[in-house]
Nanobody, 117 residues
């Protein structure tokens, strides 16, 4: 099990940027995979990006070129830098962690991102 705490959400104008952080309660080296998902009102939860313990990073097509995921092993955090934000990026963003390839995932409480003028 791992506890996850997201931060960094807020209100931003279209074209603006936000940086989300997710603090894990254990070393990132002990976690097989971490990632970001989002859920907009009335929609299903959507995958955003994944970072493996080996450092591989993958993005959903709609986020490529605008979102950048990274990890800080020293502080046990993963980040999501979001640039060129659009109103359709408005959602609750969730951090996700999977200890092993076969384990059930753990979720953070989510952080609200609102893109509006």
């Amino acid at each position: 099990q791992v506890q996850l705490v997201e931060s960094g959400g807020g209100l931003v104008q279209p074209g603006g940027s936000l940086r989300l952080s997710c603090a894990a309660s254990r070393s990132l080296f002990s976690i097989y995979r971490m990632g970001w998902y989002r859920q907009a009102p009335g929609k299903q939860r959507e995958w955003v990006a994944t970072i493996t313990s080996g450092g591989s990073i993958n993005y959903a097509d709609s986020m490529k070129g605008r979102f950048t995921a990274s990890r800080d092993n020293a502080s046990n955090t993963v980040q999501l830098q979001m640039n060129s934000l659009k109103p359709e990026d408005t959602a609750v963003y969730y951090c996700y962690a999977q200890i092993t390839i076969a384990s059930v995932g753990n979720w953070g409480q989510g952080t609200q991102v609102t893109v509006s003028s």
